[in-house]
C-alpha cells in the first residue's frame, strides 16, 4: 500500500494512546503497555523518514500524567531513563534534531540531565526534528509563555502595542504548528495537545490502541490528510 506523494504532512503530531488497554488485553499489569508502546515509537521513525515528514511531535507524558499510581509512575520513569539513555548513544542523532517540550524540571535529575544532554548533542542537526512533549499541558505551556511575556514587559524589553501572534509565539515550547495530528486509542478529544500551534491542524481519531499501531494505518493516515482539502478559513 501506498501513500499519495502530493501532499504529505511537513510536521506531523501524534497523541500515543491506549498502551494500558493494550496491556490489559494480555492480562498484564497495565503499566507494562508502555514497553510496547516505546517499540512502536522506534519503527514510526522510519515510517516518517520513508514519506519525507520532516518533524515529529509525540504527546509522550502529561502533567495529568504525574498524578497515576506510584508504582506505575516508577516504572514510567525507569522506562524514560532506560530509553533515553539508549538513545543517547544512538547513531541517526547524528541526523535528528530532538527536542523536549514541556515542565521539565518535573522530573527526576538524572532523567533532566539525559534529556538535556541530547538536546545540547543534536541542536545543530536540520535533517529532521523529534519533538517529545514531556509534562507537558498545552494550557501549562501557554501559561509559562505569558509568564515569561509579562516579565519582559516589566522589565521594559518588550513594547506592549507590538505584541502579535507572531511575537508571542517564540515565547512557547514548541513554535512550529502540525500539519496533520493522529491520535491513536479510540477517544475523540485532543486532551490539551498543542492547543495554540494546533489551530488549523488536520486530526485523525484512530479506533486503534497506540502498541497496535500499523504501517498501513499510517499509509492510510497519510492518504486521508492528502485527499484533504486545507482552507485555513479562507
Excluded at 509522550?60 to 525507569?78: A, G, I, Q, V, W
Excluded at 524540571?105 to 533532566?112: C, H, S, V
Excluded at 515550547?173 to 478529544?189: A, C, H, M, Q
Aim: hydrophobic fraction near 40%; glycine fraction near 4%.
Amino acid at each position: 500500500m501506498k501513500s499519495s506523494n502530493n501532499k504529505v504532512p511537513k510536521h506531523l503530531g501524534l497523541v500515543l494512546d491506549g498502551n494500558r488497554r493494550f496491556a490489559k488485553r494480555l492480562m498484564l499489569k497495565p503499566w507494562l503497555g508502555h514497553e510496547w508502546g516505546a517499540k512502536k515509537t522506534e519503527k514510526l521513525f522510519g515510517w516518517c523518514k520513508e514519506y519525507g515528514i520532516k518533524e515529529l511531535t509525540l504527546y509522550t507524558l502529561s502533567l495529568e500524567n504525574f498524578n497515576r499510581p506510584k508504582r506505575e509512575f516508577n516504572y514510567l520513569m525507569d522506562l524514560f531513563k532506560k530509553e533515553f539513555s539508549r538513545f543517547e548513544k544512538d547513531h541517526r542523532l547524528k541526523e535528528i534534531k530532538v527536542n523536549f517540550i514541556g515542565r521539565l524540571w518535573m522530573f527526576p535529575k538524572d532523567i533532566q540531565k539525559i534529556m538535556y544532554n541530547i538536546m545540547n548533542k543534536t541542536k545543530k542537526n536540520k535533517d529532521f526534528i523529534l519533538n517529545f512533549a514531556m509534562a507537558y499541558s498545552g494550557r501549562a505551556e501557554v501559561i509559562d509563555a505569558i509568564k515569561k511575556l509579562a516579565k519582559q514587559i516589566k522589565n521594559d524589553e518588550v513594547d506592549i502595542d507590538k505584541i502579535n501572534e507572531d511575537i508571542f509565539k517564540n515565547y512557547l515550547y514548541l513554535k512550529s504548528e502540525p500539519d496533520l495530528i493522529i491520535r491513536t486509542g479510540g477517544e475523540n478529544r485532543t486532551s490539551n495537545f498543542l492547543i495554540w500551534q494546533s489551530h488549523y491542524s488536520e486530526w485523525i481519531f484512530l479506533d486503534v490502541l497506540w502498541p497496535e499501531f500499523s504501517k498501513k494505518d499510517f499509509i492510510t493516515c497519510l492518504n486521508d490528510y492528502a485527499a484533504r482539502e486545507r482552507r485555513f478559513g479562507r
